[in-house]
């Protein structure tokens, strides 16, 4: 299993787990006794730690705690108190700042591998796409993404940036995409099952 945390502040930061992404805040309670994990409905993970603990025994205490928040999270998922697709306008902004944030920080990486030059990243509420790529180098990618695994996340910038070289899907677009992401095929499945197309 493959969790991973993206920083979006001091504070809080967002968990990859393999359903989905969740918001994660690290509290430090100097009256708590024991490190404390909940799930809250509106996809928030909040950890709380007495003074003793440290940032980075809370953080490998949280990743040990993987599977317990998968079976949580689908628990949650399956009540109608889940919020985190219902969200108001304000939960939007947010979630776009995320998006925002996690998406610039896997593209630079990603974009090592290739060094494409684009004009500019925008983080959009598209009701079709998973991103796009215009012919003028402007990338675009739905804010949703923030929702999903890494994995996905990671593909789906990939596929954009590949479209930068090769404007279309032919093999050589594929082959390109296999050069940061081995198994595309695998997640290219995964993500046609959304209904959202790239
Ligand atoms: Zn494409």
Not at 5 to 12: D, G, R, V
Not at 39 to 56: A, D, F, M
Not at 159 to 164: F, N, Q, R
């Amino acid at each position: 299993m493959l969790y991973k945390l993206f920083k979006i502040s001091n504070k809080t930061k967002i968990l990859g787990l393999n359903s989905g992404n969740l918001t994660y805040i690290s509290r430090m309670n100097p009256r708590a006794r024991h490190l404390r994990l909940a799930l809250h409905n509106n996809g928030e993970v909040i950890l709380t730690r007495p003074r003793y603990v440290s940032e980075k025994y809370a953080t490998a205490f949280l990743l040990s705690k993987g599977a317990w928040l998968e079976k949580q999270l689908a628990k949650i998922k399956n009540s109608k108190n889940f919020s985190l697709l219902s969200e108001t306008k304000a939960e939007y902004s947010v979630n776009q700042a995320k998006a925002r944030a996690v998406i610039t920080e896997r593209l630079s990486y990603l974009n090592a591998v290739y060094n494409f030059k684009y004009k500019s990243i925008s983080i959009r509420n598209q009701k079709t796409r998973w991103g796009s790529c215009s012919r003028r180098g402007g990338l675009s990618f739905n804010y949703r993404l923030i929702f999903f695994s890494p994995q996905v996340i990671d593909y789906v910038i990939a596929h954009e940036l590949c479209h930068l070289k090769e404007f279309n899907h032919s093999k050589k677009f594929w082959d390109l995409v296999a050069r940061a992401i081995p198994d595309y095929k695998k997640i290219r499945r995964e993500l046609k099952n959304q209904n959202l197309t790239i």
